[in-house]
């Protein structure tokens, strides 16, 4: 049975492949010698500052939409479910008055 992941779930999944690619890089780059090992460490560093800054905007972006759904989306909801329940109410006492059980 497949899991459903939700988009934030997807993108830490994500970054935490990314931490890990890094870190086999950085196995590889001590292994590495000479010009090799200069490039490999000046990738990890970029890799790392890149990492970084996607978590940043991960977590603003992830706080944005929290405060949005409880600001806006969740207080509609709640006006959309009593809206939903009235309506329910008066249909079933439409059909009892159809069926003369009032």
Same mark, same amino acid.
């Given at each position: 049975? =497949?899991?459903? &992941?939700?988009?934030?779930?997807?993108?830490? =999944?994500?970054? !935490?492949?990314?931490?890990?690619?890094?870190?086999?890089?950085?196995?590889?780059?001590? #292994?590495? =010698?000479?010009?090799?090992?200069?490039?490999? %460490?000046?990738?990890?560093?970029?890799?790392?500052?890149?990492?970084?800054?996607? %978590?940043?905007?991960?977590? &603003? *972006? &992830?706080? &944005?939409? %929290? @405060?949005?759904?409880?600001?806006?989306?969740?207080? #509609?909801?709640?006006? =959309?479910?009593?809206?939903?329940?009235? *309506?329910?109410? !008066?249909?079933? %006492?439409?059909?009892?008055?159809?069926? *003369?059980? @009032?």
């Amino acid at each position: 049975m =497949s899991e459903n &992941k939700t988009g934030f779930e997807e993108v830490e =999944s994500l970054l !935490q492949d990314i931490g890990a690619k890094i870190e086999q890089l950085i196995e590889k780059g001590t #292994n590495a =010698s000479g010009e090799a090992k200069d490039e490999i %460490e000046k990738k990890i560093k970029d890799l790392k500052e890149k990492k970084t800054t996607l %978590e940043d905007e991960f977590i &603003k *972006g &992830k706080e &944005k939409v %929290e @405060k949005l759904y409880k600001e806006e989306l969740e207080p #509609n909801f709640q006006e =959309s479910k009593e809206h939903f329940k009235e *309506g329910f109410k !008066q249909l079933l %006492e439409g059909i009892k008055t159809l069926l *003369g059980q @009032k």
